[in-house]
T-cell receptor, first 110, second 114 residues
């Protein structure tokens, strides 16, 4: 069966460092992949979309890569700030729907 | 401001009661969705609608019902048939269908069954 896997353990990093989050998927070849940010008790907010023919996408301090051979997307936040602390979700289109991963919580310490 | 509103933010229900969660959008989006989020789990799709007066079941539709009488509104009813209704409910919308566009989420409603 098709799976989307994100690290369930929280990622703790110091302010100023680069955070790297991983989204792995199996048994599937999506045309694109999306990343969302979710703060506690709030709805997810769309951040970036990367298509299968794009290796990398950037937006300000955010960078997303998409390796269709490894079936993996990496989400990077450079020069991280405490305000970046949140849960980050990846999502892929599948069976006519958008399927979300469970998310990885990022904690940035000052 | 354009966006999605959900009400109420917190909702308490006694066992055996039906309850309706409101979702309104003024983004002029065609598609709307309801998700359920439980601790440690991803978003699970309950129902979605791509056009007025039409909707489809998602992965966990049992015990829920929806209507789409207006483009702007997509209310969700949690019925007494839903065995474990306590959860965080999220409404979302997108300009077009679920696999062709990004989704915009509301602030969520936290439902607690007493």
């Amino acid at each position: 069966s098709q799976k989307i896997e994100q690290n369930s353990e929280a990622l703790n990093i110091q302010e100023g460092k680069t955070a790297t989050l991983t989204c792995n998927y199996t048994n599937y070849s999506p045309a694109y992949l999306q990343w969302y940010r979710q703060d506690p008790g709030r709805g997810p907010v769309f951040l970036l979309l990367i298509r299968e023919n794009e290796k990398e996408k950037r937006k300000e301090r955010l960078k997303v890569t998409f390796d269709t051979t490894l079936k993996q997307s990496l989400f990077h936040i450079t020069a991280s700030q405490p305000a970046d602390s949140a849960t980050y979700l990846c999502a892929l289109p599948r069976w006519g729907k958008l399927v979300f991963g469970t998310g990885t919580r990022l904690l940035v310490s000052p | 401001d354009g966006g999605i509103t959900q009400s109420p933010k917190y909702l308490f229900r006694k066992e055996g009661q039906n309850v309706t969660l409101s979702c309104e959008q003024n983004l002029n989006h065609d598609a709307m969705y309801w998700y359920r989020q439980d601790p440690g789990q991803g978003l699970r799709l309950i129902y979605y609608s791509q056009i007025v007066n039409d909707f489809q079941k998602g992965d966990i539709a049992e015990g829920y019902s929806v209507s789409r009488e207006k483009k702007e509104s997509f209310p969700l009813t949690v019925t007494s048939a839903q065995k474990n209704p306590t959860a965080f409910y999220l409404c979302a919308s997108s300009r077009t269908g679920p696999t062709t566009d990004t989704q915009y989420f509301g602030p969520g409603t936290r439902l607690t069954v007493l």
